[in-house]
């Protein structure tokens, strides 16, 4: 494998070298950037041309001129013009329209469920990369998105809760008397959860959580929270690269049924289950919701891939049987600046590696993190993954 450009030292004067393009993110309620001005200025630094489009970091508080003081160009129209092309959101049809053939775009591509998308990238001949779809490796840590953003949403998810709930998330001593700590409950403790439990606990709450990977019980017991423990009788269900694994139907069933009893405890439920590639899995029904005090609140991380919770509707808060009940999407981009900083990181890390040392475009598909994160490919859907669900859509 050959050495990689380090974008550190400043490279001797010359021609520009690998051109980086950034458009402004056109998908509705999109506020991120796929890079921000701290990070175009290494890249510029070591030699690599940056352009953008104007206003594509507004969003995220950076303005135009931020962006040529740390050496990029601001050019209208010249968001696809890159060899490598950086975005966020997945394209829309007429993005991907503006992408070259054989050019090479980095995004969030939902790679496991748009399969239009991945279709269409590979009719355009793009060799499109999917931050999704890269390794969950020890090496490929600073490109992990999914880890970042989720980071964001958890953290958001708790401070929604929060700001829902008609009690304080902490402990009081007053003079008009004692306030007892609110309780949350998590569900799914993956990035996401982890992060709404350190939330939680920082606010004051007396949190529990629950998840189906055993692996987890000690992360959570380590930020102050109790595992909670359900009878479902199952071993362990956690699958390849750490996730979790489907639940047979019975063991969903179970699930449902017992959490319905141990929600009805608390005052603020906060669930970010997830299977990859498939529907949110459901955790709390109608009769859970129904076991709840009044004036509890559900956020339902999982309302973009269906919910965790039977009643929520996605892009919604409404109110059932007195518990308000939150169905955000694309959290992240509701913290724009620190996602886009977060994120911003993982695109470099990434790009780093399609640099030869001479500072030009080459992709090495003998390193697993480049050939796992790719998706299409001279004409081809490479991705097992999405080959298959592309397949099974058609
Ligand atoms: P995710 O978003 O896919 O899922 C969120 C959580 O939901 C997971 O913890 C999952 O176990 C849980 N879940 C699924 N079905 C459930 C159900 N029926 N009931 C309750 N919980 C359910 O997961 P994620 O946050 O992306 O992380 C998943 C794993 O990846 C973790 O084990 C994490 O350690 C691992 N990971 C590894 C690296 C790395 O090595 N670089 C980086 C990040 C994450």
Same mark, same amino acid.
Request: glycine content about 10%.
């Given at each position: 494998?050959?050495?990689?450009?380090?974008? =550190? &030292?400043? +490279?001797?004067?010359?021609?520009? %070298?690998?051109?980086?393009?950034?458009?402004?993110? *056109? !998908? $509705? #309620?999109?506020?991120?950037?796929?890079?921000?001005?701290?990070?175009?200025?290494?890249?510029?630094?070591?030699?690599?041309?940056?352009?953008?489009?104007?206003?594509?970091?507004?969003?995220?508080?950076?303005?135009?001129?931020?962006?040529?003081?740390?050496?990029?160009?601001?050019?209208?129209?010249?968001?696809?013009?890159?060899?490598?092309?950086?975005?966020?959101?997945?394209?829309?049809?007429?993005?991907?329209?503006?992408?070259?053939?054989?050019?090479?775009?980095?995004?969030?591509?939902?790679?496991?469920?748009?399969?239009?998308?991945?279709?269409?990238?590979?009719?355009?001949?793009?060799?499109?990369?999917?931050?999704?779809?890269?390794?969950?490796?020890?090496?490929?840590?600073?490109?992990?998105?999914?880890?970042?953003?989720?980071?964001?949403?958890?953290? =958001? &998810?708790? +401070?929604?809760?929060?700001?829902? %709930?008609?009690?304080?998330?902490?402990?009081?001593? *007053? !003079? $008009? #008397?004692?306030?007892?700590?609110?309780?949350?409950?998590?569900?799914?403790?993956?990035?996401?959860?982890?992060?709404?439990?350190?939330?939680?606990?920082?606010?004051?709450?007396?949190?529990?959580?629950?998840?189906?990977?055993?692996?987890?019980?000690?992360?959570?017991?380590?930020?102050?929270?109790?595992?909670?423990?359900?009878?479902?009788?199952?071993?362990?269900?956690?699958?390849?690269?750490?996730?979790?694994?489907?639940?047979?139907?019975?063991?969903?069933?179970?699930?449902?049924?017992?959490?319905?009893?141990?929600?009805?405890?608390?005052?603020?439920?906060?669930?970010?289950?997830?299977?990859?590639?498939?529907?949110?899995?459901?955790?709390?029904?109608?009769?859970?919701?129904?076991?709840?005090?009044?004036?509890?609140?559900?956020?339902?991380?999982?309302?973009?891939?269906?919910?965790?919770?039977?009643?929520?509707?996605?892009?919604?808060?409404?109110?059932?049987?007195?518990?308000?009940?939150?169905?955000?999407?694309?959290?992240?981009?509701?913290?724009?600046?620190?996602?886009?900083?977060?994120?911003?990181?993982?695109?470099?890390?990434?790009?780093?590696?399609?640099?030869?040392?001479?500072?030009?475009?080459?992709?090495?598909?003998?390193?697993?993190?480049?050939?796992?994160?790719?998706?299409?490919?001279?004409?081809?859907?490479?991705?097992?993954?999405?080959?298959?669900?592309?397949?099974?859509?058609?």
């Amino acid at each position: 494998m050959a050495a990689r450009l380090a974008f =550190r &030292a400043p +490279l001797p004067e010359g021609p520009p %070298l690998m051109k980086v393009s950034v458009p402004k993110e *056109t !998908a $509705a #309620g999109e506020s991120r950037v796929a890079l921000v001005p701290e990070v175009t200025q290494r890249m510029t630094r070591s030699g690599l041309e940056v352009v953008l489009e104007p206003g594509a970091g507004a969003g995220a508080h950076h303005p135009d001129a931020s962006y040529q003081e740390a050496g990029a160009e601001i050019q209208d129209g010249a968001g696809f013009s890159g060899d490598v092309v950086a975005k966020v959101a997945p394209p829309s049809a007429q993005e991907i329209g503006s992408l070259r053939g054989g050019g090479v775009l980095v995004g969030f591509l939902q790679p496991l469920t748009a399969t239009d998308t991945v279709r269409a990238l590979a009719d355009a001949r793009v060799t499109a990369f999917a931050m999704e779809a890269i390794p969950r490796i020890t090496r490929a840590q600073s490109m992990d998105a999914l880890s970042s953003q989720a980071t964001v949403a958890g953290y =958001r &998810a708790a +401070l929604i809760a929060a700001q829902e %709930l008609g009690r304080f998330f902490p402990m009081l001593t *007053t !003079a $008009a #008397g004692t306030v007892r700590p609110a309780t949350v409950m998590v569900l799914g403790a993956g990035v996401a959860g982890l992060q709404a439990i350190a939330t939680a606990r920082r606010l004051g709450a007396v949190v529990q959580a629950f998840d189906v990977r055993a692996a987890v019980k000690e992360q959570i017991e380590s930020l102050g929270a109790r595992f909670l423990e359900l009878d479902l009788g199952l071993e362990d269900a956690e699958a390849a690269g750490g996730y979790a694994r489907q639940l047979t139907d019975e063991e969903q069933q179970r699930q449902r049924e017992l959490l319905a009893e141990e929600i009805g405890k608390v005052d603020a439920v906060i669930s970010t289950a997830a299977v990859p590639g498939r529907p949110a899995p459901l955790l709390v029904i109608e009769d859970g919701v129904r076991n709840m005090k009044p004036g509890s609140v559900i956020v339902d991380l999982a309302a973009e891939t269906g919910g965790n919770c039977e009643l929520t509707e996605a892009g919604e808060t409404v109110v059932k049987h007195d518990v308000t009940i939150v169905g955000p999407l694309n959290l992240p981009s509701s913290m724009p600046d620190h996602a886009s900083q977060l994120y911003a990181k993982n695109v470099q890390s990434l790009i780093e590696l399609m640099v030869s040392d001479e500072g030009r475009l080459e992709l090495d598909f003998d390193d697993e993190i480049i050939a796992g994160a790719c998706i299409t490919r001279d004409g081809e859907i490479v991705n097992e993954g999405a080959k298959q669900a592309v397949g099974a859509a058609a």
